[in-house]
């Protein structure tokens, strides 16, 4: 089963504008991260917040986390063609060791 | 250093064959997870070692699905007599100890059922 789920679904930018990206989880979390995929290949980490932080910044990358709500966003400025990828968050919590569930992820393209 | 290796990259097999998908750690790393994801799905979780141990298999999807990690390295999914629903990426992750310690991913093997 998967705990988050991102909106939108798919999201199409001209190159230079920004994106945001949603997320809603269910159950309590120790952190929530955020992970890219490009076609055909593996996930790859981009940031990870943990529950006890409101926002964090990585390079192009602004992450925040709302735990009253159980949503977190990610925001990508100034995108790049290069950006385009499908976008997933993942949340961890305890069952007796450490679980990481990801949503169903929003599909980025950005038009050069 | 070496990323996590995934083996085979592309599997095809006929309904009803074995299948057993081989995934390479990060040397050191304690946690490993195994993912099952369809097209234009996110990752479903399977199961979770930590070393070892297997400490959660709630998402792995019948008896014809086991994983194994016997030595705290490498592990082994095996899926017996392979239904067509089986098709999808099977993606391994790894990950040092501690909560806040990012998976890493390899580049999943595809199965292809036929």
């Known amino acids: 089963s998967q ?23 269910k159950t309590s979390i120790n952190n929530l991260q955020w992970y890219r995929q490009n076609s055909g290949r593996g996930l790859v980490h981009l ?7 409101r ?3 990585s390079g192009r990358l602004r992450v925040t986390l709302d735990t009253s709500k159980k949503s ?17 968050c993942a949340t961890r919590f305890y069952t007796g060791g ?11 393209f950005v038009k050069a | ?9 592309y599997k095809v097999a ?22 099952q994801q369809a097209l234009g799905q996110g990752p479903e979780f399977l199961t979770y070692f930590q070393n070892e141990a297997q400490l959660d298999k709630s998402g792995l999807p019948s008896d014809r699905f086991f994983a194994e990690r016997p030595e705290g390295s490498v592990s082994t999914l095996k899926i017996q007599r392979t239904q067509q629903e089986d098709s999808a990426v099977y993606l391994c992750a ?20 036929t």
């Open chain 1, 3 to 25: 705990q988050g789920e991102e909106d939108p679904q798919a999201l199409s930018i001209q190159e230079g504008e920004n994106a945001t990206m949603n997320c809603s989880y």
């Open chain 1, 47 to 53: 940031i990870l917040i943990r529950s006890n932080e």
């Open chain 1, 55 to 57: 926002e964090k910044h």
């Open chain 1, 72 to 88: 977190s966003s990610l925001l990508i400025t100034a995108s790049r063609a290069a950006d385009t990828a499908s976008y997933f």
């Open chain 1, 98 to 108: 450490f679980k990481t569930i990801f949503g169903a992820g929003t599909r980025l």
């Open chain 2, 1 to 9: 250093g070496a990323g996590v290796s995934q083996s085979p990259r």
């Open chain 2, 14 to 35: 006929k309904r009803g064959q074995d299948v057993a998908l081989r995934c390479d750690p990060i040397s050191g790393h304690v946690s490993l997870f195994w993912y």
């Open chain 2, 94 to 113: 790894s990950s040092q100890t501690g909560v806040n310690s990012p998976l890493h991913f390899g580049n999943g093997t595809r199965l292809t059922v």
